[in-house]
């Protein structure tokens, strides 16, 4: 797997191969989805109650973000998918390699680990609810708005493009042997990845020996947390990608295996909705069904009457938000 890389001013360092570079970045977009379902989990045994904290996902990702990279940067010199596949960071000054990251690069990489991921998915938010607005047919009140919502849009789109096609040919230079920067952030603060030395880790013979021998301590408790902690951690990354694979691999199978359910009796009531939202009885604009019912209604009619009634209008059954299925229909 790993290949002898680049030869700098003397110093021979490993490079980990770019399958392990994939697969650790791909482990590092599974723990944000985690960590939503998980909140979203949880708020569905008080939902009446704890629903608004569902609008501060992303912050709360982002505070446990710090937290979580912040413990592995200090003690491992990597981010958590990097330890998790046996990675650290070093640092590269005046083409000359260093063991240690400086403090500057520690925490800088901390500053792009944690803030870079939450800018991007707030501007993808934005973005998406822009257009939105903008097939429901809003109308920007001034022309600095508009041009303010274009810059947002467009400017998501094209900053998109242009980040992943600087990945993709840093990727190339990697793989050619022409860099030894696995992704432009790394680049950037001048740090390479290579992989980490083994850790020592206390037996629990010995952890015995020292409760029988009452030198037991705070300090091997602590240890005892900590590795229980981590262990747990990784325990559940390595869930996660088994799930996304078995999910990936078997999705197709188990759907084309299903046997195809007849269609529903349609009510006599739906019928009179045929090609109608059952709120401003007009013509279906941005087509979003309710997942609790079956009913099409406009985007822009139901999501108020869900906020503030939390019930399907046409059949009174209980519905939130998240029922709501937006159909892009030509």
Same mark, same amino acid.
């Given at each position: 797997?790993?290949?002898?890389?680049?030869h700098?001013?003397?110093?021979?360092?490993?490079?980990?191969?770019?399958?392990?570079i994939? *697969?650790?970045?791909?482990? *590092?977009?599974?723990?944000?989805?985690?960590?939503?379902? /998980?909140?979203?989990f949880?708020?569905?045994?008080?939902p009446?109650r704890? &629903?608004?904290?569902?609008r501060?996902?992303?912050e709360?990702?982002?505070?446990?973000?710090?937290?979580?990279?912040?413990?592995?940067? %200090?003690?491992?010199?990597?981010?958590?998918?990097?330890?998790?596949y046996g990675?650290?960071?070093?640092?590269i000054?005046?083409?000359?390699? &260093?063991?240690?990251?400086?403090? %500057?690069?520690?925490?800088?990489?901390?500053?792009?680990?944690?803030?870079? $991921?939450?800018?991007?998915? %707030?501007?993808s938010?934005?973005?998406?609810?822009?257009?939105l607005?903008?097939?429901?047919g809003?109308v920007?009140?001034? %022309?600095w708005?508009?041009?303010?919502?274009?810059?947002?849009? !467009?400017?998501y789109? /094209?900053?998109?493009?242009?980040?992943?096609?600087?990945?993709?040919?840093?990727?190339?230079?990697?793989?050619?042997?022409?860099?030894?920067?696995?992704? $432009?952030q790394?680049?950037? =603060?001048?740090?390479?990845?290579?992989?980490?030395?083994?850790q020592?880790?206390?037996?629990?013979?010995?952890?015995?020996?020292?409760?029988?021998n009452?030198?037991?301590?705070?300090?091997?408790?602590?240890?005892?947390?900590?590795?229980?902690?981590?262990?747990?951690?990784?325990?559940? *990354?390595?869930?996660?990608?088994?799930?996304?694979?078995?999910?990936?691999?078997?999705l197709?199978?188990?759907?084309?295996?299903l046997?195809? $359910? $007849?269609?529903?009796?349609?009510?006599?009531?739906?019928?009179?909705?045929?090609g @109608?939202?059952? @709120?401003?009885?007009?013509? =279906?604009?941005?087509h979003?069904?309710?997942?609790?019912?079956?009913?099409?209604?406009?985007y822009?009619? /139901?999501?108020?009457?869900?906020?503030?009634?939390? !019930?399907?209008?046409?059949? !009174?059954?209980? *519905?939130?938000?998240?029922?709501?299925?937006?159909?892009?229909?030509?």
């Amino acid at each position: 797997m790993a290949e002898k890389g680049a030869h700098l001013t003397g110093t021979t360092f490993i490079k980990p191969s770019i399958f392990e570079i994939i *697969a650790q970045e791909s482990l *590092a977009s599974t723990v944000e989805p985690a960590f939503k379902k /998980i909140l979203s989990f949880i708020v569905s045994f008080n939902p009446e109650r704890y &629903r608004h904290l569902l609008r501060w996902t992303n912050e709360g990702y982002l505070i446990f973000n710090i937290i979580l990279q912040h413990y592995y940067l %200090k003690k491992y010199s990597a981010s958590f998918s990097e330890v998790f596949y046996g990675l650290k960071r070093i640092g590269i000054t005046n083409f000359k390699v &260093r063991h240690n990251l400086s403090k %500057k690069q520690e925490k800088l990489s901390l500053v792009l680990m944690v803030l870079f $991921p939450y800018l991007k998915n %707030k501007l993808s938010e934005l973005s998406q609810s822009y257009k939105l607005e903008e097939i429901d047919g809003y109308v920007p009140q001034t %022309k600095w708005q508009k041009l303010y919502r274009n810059c947002v849009t !467009k400017g998501y789109i /094209i900053s998109f493009m242009i980040y992943e096609f600087m990945v993709l040919y840093n990727y190339i230079l990697y793989v050619a042997g022409k860099s030894v920067y696995q992704s $432009p952030q790394l680049r950037l =603060l001048s740090i390479t990845l290579t992989y980490a030395e083994a850790q020592s880790v206390i037996s629990i013979s010995d952890l015995l020996k020292k409760i029988k021998n009452n030198s037991f301590g705070i300090s091997d408790g602590v240890y005892i947390l900590q590795q229980t902690l981590t262990t747990s951690f990784e325990f559940g *990354a390595f869930f996660l990608q088994f799930l996304s694979w078995w999910t990936q691999e078997h999705l197709y199978t188990n759907l084309i295996t299903l046997p195809i $359910p $007849p269609p529903p009796n349609i009510p006599e009531i739906a019928k009179q909705y045929k090609g @109608i939202c059952p @709120i401003c009885w007009k013509a =279906l604009r941005v087509h979003t069904v309710l997942s609790v019912s079956g009913y099409a209604f406009c985007y822009q009619c /139901i999501l108020p009457v869900i906020r503030k009634s939390k !019930k399907c209008p046409v059949t !009174k059954y209980p *519905a939130k938000e998240d029922d709501l299925i937006r159909l892009y229909l030509d």
